[in-house]
């Protein structure tokens, strides 16, 4: 050390100025961060809308999950646990977060894809879950392209649980981009999937195209193995202000959301009007998803989520309507099985939201009476021994009875 | 590396800790050396193109420029520098167009693939190189070592995205020992936070619904249109001042002060007070090195000087990017600063403009500014320029009603609230500062202590924010030019 830098360390300016006092408060805020930890983790899964279970945080056994349990996070901790397609019949069935919340979950629940895993097990048929919250038609897309690019993983079936507000959303996710930017084969056929369809579906391709491209030219945002990645994670490890950088991030969208909310007098059941533009994307996507699987000789089945029927919801009826309208439209005219179960689940099943009935969320019977449903309505489709006029028989769905 | 990156930072604290560890002989070397590995850390293999250019300019100024002492003597070297850049950037441009050309004639001749990746900063070392060749057939000594010349040239944290530091600017700073400073530390540090702060909370928060509005197939809608505009506008002023906070932070923490860039361009009362605020080492540069030279070049005609100033700023767009839009967009401000000249004249301003900020008189020049400067930004970031019409269309006729078609409400709300924000720190700033400067003034014991406790206080929010809605060192916007 020669005398400039003593110089300056021995500068009385920098005690007294406010490079101590900075010092200390950001030691405070780390160690309000580390001693608020496992709350950080909670309000993450319920952000999720994980179950959340008391004494049990994220990161179920990866071996026995029998679904994403990162809920969309981090899909590769569980992609090696998917039932080998080449030994026995799989089924997936993707959505959104009312596959895996479970409100008022106790220890030993279920979702609905290891209900329907337990009861088409003994017949040979292994079902796999692969939801997360907000699910756009985008990312149900990616989970396809992923799911078919690999004969062990390509399933029999791919059933689609479709609500209709996530038609708003747009994007892949932070750990669908991570998936796909460190497995180049889904690249790939990502690409060739948007190339083959850019006329059929121009704006789904454009989209996707658009995807890959901020993958690719992301600088470190999606990148595992890059030495700013690795250099981030340990520092995270030192400081737990950039440890729990993630989960903060959460708690302080979600605070902003709140305070959003306040100011504009915003409640779970005010109206969320379409999208328009995102509304087109979604249903073109919808459609993409349809060719995918007859390209790869995959059952395509689409149901329309079960609601809550007590609790007001966020949707403009007309729109509403008209969704489940085009929806119906557009499975006879593919030929797919389809089934509208929005009132599959009776309203003593479901749970509460913000002081409030939950509109799409349920307890665990609400899991297993939409798994009886799927089987009881897509039977024939899930065992392999349904025939073509089977389709129009669908239509007549189960209502509530005891699961 | 990305200077919002943690790899910087350690870059950076490395950097600082051994350059004012060593002997002061060896500072200048290892800063050179430092920036060389900064440059490659990217592309190692052009690394020597800064060298050879570096090699060059130094060499011709020295034995060719400084000896004939006239311009004649400044066109091979100009050459030689436009050469690089014209060669890296504006190669697939130029095929293109000439592909274009040739196809409307009816010849089928299709442009070659190939394979040319564009070097970091080559726009800002060509120029930096060509003043330095101007400056010295000016008159100006050029720097007698190759060492001082490196620096001068490869000094990392302009070397990327600016500021352009012109050789009168830094001399002394090169030629005399740095010294190691506490107020230079502390005010370097604060602007490196700003910088972050800029850049990680704002611009990259904006980015993502800009983007989306302008890569979308659909139509944007009135609302969409005008956020993604606005938003584009405060991106773009975000990170590229972030990157020049970072920049003169950095060199401060050496000893160095480069020139400043950004002086609240969107309080600009005028177009010409906008480029007095806007990119203003660009601004000076296009102005001595491009505009005054043509204008002097034909003195006597002056009714050539409106052309004179459309060239030049199409120029500048065109050094922004190798497409039709950018030489667009500088027509666009071409166009106004010969308005701007010609309102000028014809309503000269009385004596005494106004220093302040904001005064009722000087609203209505900053609204009307402010709307042609984000136009012009339509025409910056577009696809093309049936794009930017197609959004300006949707603004005048209130195409889709006000609602977004595209973003999510949360987008537009996000983009208004650092709008009312950025108006909000316009307002105060003035004032702010005169707040600060008399409590300097009249120190008391109560005001001493509040302000011991805000400032660190503030400071730790701000860090904490950059650690919490990092995104993870997104590129910064002027890399591309």
Redesign the interface.
Known sequence: ??T??K??LS?K??WL???P??I???LL?NLKVHADNQELERQHQAQLLMPILPGRMRNTDAATARYDASCGESIQTYWPYIPDATRQRLVVISGMSQMHAINDAKLGDEIISQCMDDAMMPHGVRVWGEAAPNLCNEEATMQMVSFFSNPKTTPSVFIYAVCFDKF?N?DLRPGYQQFMDGHPEISQAWRQTADQYAEKY??AS?KML?SLRAIQG????VRQDT???R??DK?GELVP??GS?QD??VM?SMQLGSM?NKVLGITPTSKR?I????Y??NREFLALMADLCKDHHVQFIVYVIPLNPQADNPYVPSEYTAFKQWIAGFATERGLPFANLENVVPKDEWGEFNGGPDFKHFREEGHRRTAAAVIQTFGPWLLGTAQSSDVSAVRSVPQPSSP | M?FT???YL?FLIAAF?IH????GRLRKPFLVFASYVFYCSWKWQYGFLLLGVSLFNWCYARWVVSRVQSMSSLVLGIMVNLGALIYFKYTYFILGNVSAIAHVLGLNWHSPTLNIILPLGISFFTFQGIAYLFDVAAGEEPLEHLLDFLLFKSLWPQLIAGPIVRLHEIREQILTPR??D??N??EGSQRILFGFFKKVALADNLAAPVE?VF????VPNAMDAAAAMLGFGMQIYFDFSAYSDIAIGTALLFGYRLPENFNWPYTARSPRDFWNRWHMTLSRWIRDYLFTPMSFASRKRPALMPLWLLVAMALCGLWHGAAWTFVLWGVWHGLLLVGDAFLAKKFPAPAGQPTETFTLKSFPGMIITFVLVNLGWLLFRAQSVKQALVFVRSMITVH?GV??????E?AV?MIGVMFAGLIFAQLIHRPAERLMSLMRQHPSRAVNWTM??V???I??AM??CI?????????FVYFQF
């Open positions: 050390m020669n400039n830098l110089t300056l500068d300016r920098l100025g406010p490079a006092v900075l200390v408060f950001l805020i708003r747009v121009p704006l454009a658009a992301a600088t470190t945002a030495f700013e990645s250099l981030r520092v202000l950039v950088r903060l991030n302080f959003r009007p999208i328009q533009s995102r087109d994307l | 990305i990156s943690y790899t350690l800790l004012w560890s060593l002997p010294l190691l506490y107020s530390v502390a989306m890569s979308s197939l659909s889709g609602r977004p078609g595209i973003l999510r949360n709300l011991y406790l400032k660190p206080a400071y730790a860090i904490a650690i919490i809605v990092d995104q993870e060192a997104q590129a």
